[in-house]
């Protein structure tokens, strides 16, 4: 990365917000999202205050991901006024991947997913995780499939009640456990590429396409 590619991400970085909260909104959204802005993973959730909902949609606006708000609380009881909002990132020609799956298509209808476009499935999930944050359902399992984990780590977990696994990092493994640290590998790669590069004062997604250009073929061929 040169010099003046990070000197020009700081000038950038407009959101609205106090720099300092742009600083930390930028180097969240990187880290927590890294995999599915560098096109490896179909979705992640960002968490965030929810004054920060439009600088966040900003921000991420030339990754060209997808944001759906999963679930939004406009009140905080320790911070009156500050809610919290979960973004559901998410790459649109990787969802359809994960949807286009037979079995996993067949495992959301059994849970209620009768809509299998990606706009029906998110809406469902949101009605779920709502309910599940305000404890008036059971925890959504099928968010597990939605951010692509593996099928069989899903009904793992499930059956197991998220006992007895092979081994655990992004999600609890039940089966292929060695191509499930392959994975958790490259995500690892991935987040401290983007955290280092914003670490440097580069917008996030200026961030992307420097670690594309420069180190993400090697990160590919050294997970392969």
């Known amino acids: ?118 706009n029906g499935i998110l809406g469902r999930l949101q009605k779920q995780y709502a309910g599940y944050m305000e404890k008036r359902l059971p925890f959504p399992h099928e968010l597990g499939v939605l951010l692509g984990y593996p099928l069989a780590d899903v009904e793992g977990f499930m059956e197991n009640n998220g006992e007895n696994f092979l081994c655990s990092g992004y999600w609890k493994v039940y089966a292929n456990a060695e191509e499930a640290k392959r994975t958790f590998q490259l995500y690892d790669k991935a987040r401290r590429g983007l955290a280092e590069l914003t670490g440097q004062g580069l917008e996030v997604s200026e961030a992307v396409r420097e670690w594309k250009n420069c180190c993400w073929q090697e990160t590919i061929q050294a997970a392969g």
Do not use: W
């Open 1 to 118: 990365m040169n010099r003046d590619s990070a000197v020009r991400g700081k000038g950038n970085m407009d959101m609205g917000l106090p720099p300092q909260e742009r600083v930390c909104l930028n180097c969240q959204a990187a880290f927590q999202c890294a995999p599915v802005l560098l096109g490896i993973k179909p979705s992640n959730l960002l968490i965030i205050d929810s004054r920060n909902l439009r600088p966040a949609c900003r921000l991420l606006k030339d990754t060209r991901v997808g944001i759906h708000v999963l679930y939004g609380s406009l009140r905080d009881g320790k911070k009156p006024g500050r809610g919290k909002i979960v973004l559901f990132v998410y790459r649109r020609e990787l969802m359809d991947e994960v949807l286009q799956c037979r079995k996993r298509a067949d495992f959301l209808k059994r849970l209620g997913y009768t809509d299998q476009c990606l």
